[in-house]
């Protein structure tokens, strides 16, 4: 009798161990997976649509929504902050671990940026702080090319250059951050010298989203 319960113990131990095992190989997997140097990761071509303003959304919120549609959504901020730049009156909301940024648009206000680092809010795509990300790079096209550039039919530096007329857009990934970029289109009558440019940021850290940051304004 006492045999057969020392069977039965032994025979429990290596089903144990084996489980144990198991989990312990699970584990090494999907770290290596999530903390691996994710700058020299290669990268396919994907058939999503580039970036577009489309994607600045937080929620049920999007750019050009309004003041009272954003306080009714997110509930009064703690602190609020006006200032001026480029000519435009600005007022920045500040939540817990998220700040609204505001721009003057005609007697209103408008959404023009957000910058999280908050898992409670969904972003364009469904992603948010704390997504994979890899889940970013599939959410967006992407070409494998040398360098920093994910895609685009300009670099960054013909970004800033007033003469070209195209609609610009790019992405650019770097070992803490991809950032995603669509830049309107200048007439070339158009005198006013800043450009209007759409943009989404995505910084992470042993392959998490820590922060997402998006605004379309004047730069």
Do not use: C, H, Q
Request: proline letters at 1%; glycine letters at 6%; charged letters at 30%.
């Amino acid at each position: 009798m006492k045999k057969n319960k020392m069977k039965i113990a032994k025979k429990d131990f290596k089903i144990l161990l084996s489980i144990i095992v198991l989990v312990f190989l699970i584990f090494l997997i999907l770290y290596v997976r999530n903390f691996r140097n994710f700058a020299e990761v290669k990268l396919g071509t994907n058939k999503k649509n580039i970036f577009t303003i489309a994607d600045l959304k937080i929620d049920n919120l999007k750019y050009s929504s309004t003041e009272k549609e954003v306080v009714k959504s997110l509930g009064k901020a703690k602190k609020v902050e006006e200032l001026s730049a480029n000519g435009f009156k600005y007022k920045i909301l500040r939540y817990k671990d998220l700040n609204i940024t505001l721009r003057e648009y005609y007697d209103d206000y408008i959404l023009v940026g957000v910058e999280s680092t908050s898992r409670s809010y969904k972003m364009g795509r469904g992603l948010r702080v704390g997504s994979n990300i890899n889940r970013v790079f599939n959410k967006y096209r992407i070409d494998n090319k040398s360098g920093n550039y994910l895609y685009g039919n300009y670099n960054y530096e013909e970004m800033m250059d007033k003469t070209i007329t195209d609609n610009i857009y790019m992405g650019i990934r770097t070992k803490s951050k991809v950032s995603y970029y669509n830049m309107d289109p200048r007439s070339k009558d158009d005198i006013f010298p800043l450009n209007s440019i759409s943009k989404i940021e995505f910084e992470y850290k042993n392959g998490t989203v820590t922060k997402i940051t998006w605004s379309y304004d004047y730069e």
